[in-house]
């Protein structure tokens, strides 16, 4: 794993535009952070860069968002699931296999181990400093292994 500190709401922003660009094929990244922490900043820049013109917001009410941009990507938000049975009524499963698409997941800490084999782990923490982040990126699989290193060489503010 590799850290990352962003200094402002703009750097996290740009780190999920810097990312998207990087993307190949396809890329599942789930994304933790509490409440706050600037998990829908990072979404947007992410879509930004696809070219997304829709409004981009967290999906707590409908669980699940897709949006159409270069790439498809879709976009979740497992706070309010109950069960793991709920992961396959949202397509979960089939959405977070896919070809040339994206998912990107919130609050995968409460279902980590339906998680994919492979996927980038972003952990976003507060720091001492009110207007910073750290970011934990963390590799599992080796699916997105080169990503992981292309990012730890150009993702650093
Ligand atoms: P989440 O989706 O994780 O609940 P948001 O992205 O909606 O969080 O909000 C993050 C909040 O934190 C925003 O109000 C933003 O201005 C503030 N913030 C301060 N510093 C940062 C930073 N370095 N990165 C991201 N957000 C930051
Ligand atoms: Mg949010």
């Known amino acids: 794993m590799f850290k990352i500190i962003t200094n402002s709401p703009e750097q996290t922003s740009l780190l999920g535009e810097k990312i998207a660009k990087l993307i190949k094929d396809n890329l599942v990244i789930c994304l933790e952070g509490d409440l706050g922490a600037g998990k829908t900043l990072f979404t947007q820049g992410f879509c930004q860069a696809l070219n997304v013109k ?7 009410f409908n669980l699940m968002n897709v949006y159409e941009g270069d790439k498809r990507i879709y976009h979740f938000d497992l706070y309010r699931l109950e069960n793991e049975n709920d992961l396959y009524e949202i397509g979960f499963y089939e959405y977070t296999d896919v070809e040339d ?11 980590i ?3 994919p084999d ?4 972003l ?4 720091t001492s400093i009110d207007s910073q982040r750290e970011i934990t990126v963390i590799l599992h699989g080796e699916k997105y292994k080169n990503l992981y290193e292309e990012m730890k060489k150009t993702c650093q503010f």
Do not use: Q
């Open 54 to 60: 829709e409004t981009v917001t967290s999906p707590t």
């Open 101 to 111: 698409e994206i998912a990107l997941i919130e609050w995968p800490d409460r279902f």
């Open 113 to 115: 181990d339906c998680m």
């Open 118 to 121: 492979d996927y980038l782990h």
């Open 123 to 126: 952990k976003i923490e507060r």
